[in-house]
Every structure is written in structure tokens, then in C-alpha cells.
């Protein structure tokens, strides 16, 4: 079976200490990873039916327990404000709409999404994803609203005490080109992450999760979702406005996300069948990467520096990866039968471009029974070398943690391919 040890051809085992040279440490290349087609109780899966009923339930359940923690079922009435709408930017390429998402009554609780959508006479397939430096940070248009919300990073003039300046306009223009997407036809969506909740250890009730507590609650329980399940809602909520809008194609949306946010795409895509292509650029652990491989980052590493992403429950894994109930090539495998890309970056070591690699040819294996191909094989690709013409797409990019117009001309690329 595909899910067992990592070291089928000399090969491979080359690929990996090649990429633990440049970090000075040695992976594990003799882990087993959780069956993908066995249930927890032994009932082997053969159809995609009976994945459909048994095993992605199970693995669903297992991730919202384990690692993410549990979304609430509890639904919050959303309310929809079009805050501005000019039908002509990008030298009259696109429309650029804000909208403000309410989800509390008295509007203490709300999101922004940035809308760009090519000037064409149909509903536009869009690109949704979370961004770091707020909406206005994503390109140079005077246009966007400045985010008024606290900042986790942030240098020099553009982020003053956390907060943005006029500065900030378009420094992260680099991660998204806007220009490209709109001239490949389709739209963009992008929320500043922090909307939703800040991305630090002492945020939980800065938030929405406390929109969710019970009676004296005052934070989520060990199982209860951590950051990246709040802003994997928030993707889905800004799904919900979507499919309002009868310029976007709500059946070609694909999510997006880098790093933090790359996991959070795999989370929300997993959780929320409505994506029709999930990506995940340089996501690393507790996302792409393969955690059995103790390699870059690690479950340790990631809970000490960042405790809130998590559930509590994933910390009990500390120094214990063999034991976590779930790997991740079960994540991307969740998203079947959708296409999933998962991208790299060469000197990305921390993110382990090599165990990305692997966890999306071993979903492959979910993907062969819905009669779909998956990955070539599980010797990862050269740089500059895109791979996989089926369900699951995989690049290294040349160069460091980042989302490049390299990438985003690979994603273009599958999207013409998969969605249209």
C-alpha cells in the first residue's frame, strides 16, 4: 500500500538527505503513515462511496479533534454592506467591489473582502484567499480601504505600533498580481486574516470565537477550534457572499492561501465542498507537509511559537508525531475529488518541500478511486519543473517562503485546466 515507509527507490532517499543537507539535520525516512484506505476499525475502503461514508468522516472528525480543533455548528446571521464599487480600475480591466461582512447584529464583528473581477461579459471564476498586511497592502490602488485592525508584523513607515499607514499601499503586491489574475479572466478575493482574529497567543477574544461560547465560557475547550479553524470560517464565510454575487462563478472558486494561510486553505477546502480547487503555497507543517518526517518544523517547534493555531488537543502530540491519529497526506486527500495544488520554494527547507511532496502523491491513493490521477511518482520534481496533468499539480519554485508570480502562473495554469 502506498501509506507505508517512504523509502521505495534509492532515489528518494537521495531527494531527502539532499534537502536535509541545507538544513544540517537528517529526517526520518522511516516512518508509516495512518493507512488512507482502512478505517480506524479495519474496514478496508475500495470504492469512493465507501470513503464518501466511512473513512472521510472519520479523518474529518479525527483532524477537528487532533490538530485544528472543532468548528461550531452554530450559524451566525451574516449581513452583506457594499461599502463601494468602481466598475473601471486597473486602466478600466476591472471592477474593484468592498464589501463588509457583519456577524453580529450591533456590527462590532465584521470582515472586508476586497473584490477585483475582469470586466467580462460572464460571471468570472475567482481566487479567494487570506492576506497578511491588510486589504490595502495587496496593491497600490488609493482605492482600497486601510485596514484599521492590529498588525502582527510590520517595518518601518508602513505598519506604525502595528497599526497601517498610508505606507502600507501595495507592499505585498509581489504575493498577489492582481494585473495577471484579471487579464487570465478571473476575479480575486482577499480578507486581512486579522479581521478575523489577530494572529497572537493573547487574541482568542479579539476575535469571533466569542460569538460561539457557551454560558461562562471564556476561551475554546482542548478540542475547540484554535486560529487557523477561525480563519478557515472566515474563508467560508466569505464563500457564502460569493455565491450572492452574480458576477463571481461561485462553482470556480478556488481557495488560496501561503504558509499560516496555506494551511488554513487546506483546512477551510477540507471542511467546505463548495471550493471547486483548493492551493496551498509553502504550508509546511500542520498543513502540506508530512509531520512523521520530524523534518523543518515540527509539532513542537510550531506549538511553542505559535500556540494559538492549534488546538490544545495538537499539543499533547509535542515530540509524539507516530502517534498523532492523522498525517497530512489525509488532508489533502479530504479534498478529493477537487483539485489540490501544493507548491514549494527551494531554499523553503523549514517547510519541508520534500514531505509536500510526498503527502500529495500519497492522497493520490483517494484519488484513484474516483477514477482520477494523481502525482507521477514519489520522487519529488527538479526546480522549475511542474508536475501532475490530473487532479493534483506540484511545483518548486526556485527561492525562499513566499508566493511569487512563478507560482501564481502555475496555479493560472491549472485553473484554465481544471475549472474551465
Known sequence: MLSKIITGTALSIAVAFASAAQTKEIPDTSYQLPPLLMTRSGKAIHTAADWEKWRRPEILAMFGQYVYGKTPAKKIPLHFVTISINPAVLNGAATRKQVRVYFSKDEKYYMDILLYLPNINKPAPVFLGLNFGGNQAIHADTGILISKRWFRYGEGAAYTDHYATEASRGTQSADWPVEEIIKRGYGLATIYYGDLQPDSSNSVNAGIAPLFYKNGQTKPAPGEWGAIGVWAWGLSRAMDYLETDPAVDAKKVAVIGHSRLGKTALWAGAQDKRFAFVISNDSGEGGAAI??????????????????????????????????????????????????????????????????????????????????????????????????????????????????????????????RVLR
Open 291 to 416: 509531520t512523521r518526517r520530524k523534518y523543518g518544523e515540527t509539532i513542537t517547534k510550531i506549538n511553542k511559537a505559535f500556540p494559538h493555531w492549534f488546538c490544545d488537543n495538537y499539543k499533547a502530540y509535542n515530540d509524539r508525531e507516530d502517534e498523532l491519529p492523522v498525517d497530512f497526506h489525509e488532508l489533502i486527500a479530504l479534498i478529493a475529488p477537487r483539485p489540490v495544488y501544493v507548491a514549494s520554494a527551494s531554499e523553503d527547507q523549514w517547510a519541508d518541500p520534500t514531505g509536500e511532496y510526498l503527502s500529495a502523491w500519497h492522497a493520490g491513493e483517494v484519488y484513484k478511486l474516483y477514477g482520477l490521477t494523481g502525482l507521477p511518482g514519489p520522487v519529488p520534481p527538479p526546480v522549475s519543473r511542474p508536475v501532475g496533468n490530473g487532479s493534483i499539480g506540484y511545483h518548486l519554485r526556485e527561492g525562499g517562503h513566499a508566493m511569487r508570480l512563478y507560482d501564481w502562473q502555475q496555479y493560472l495554469d491549472f485553473a484554465d
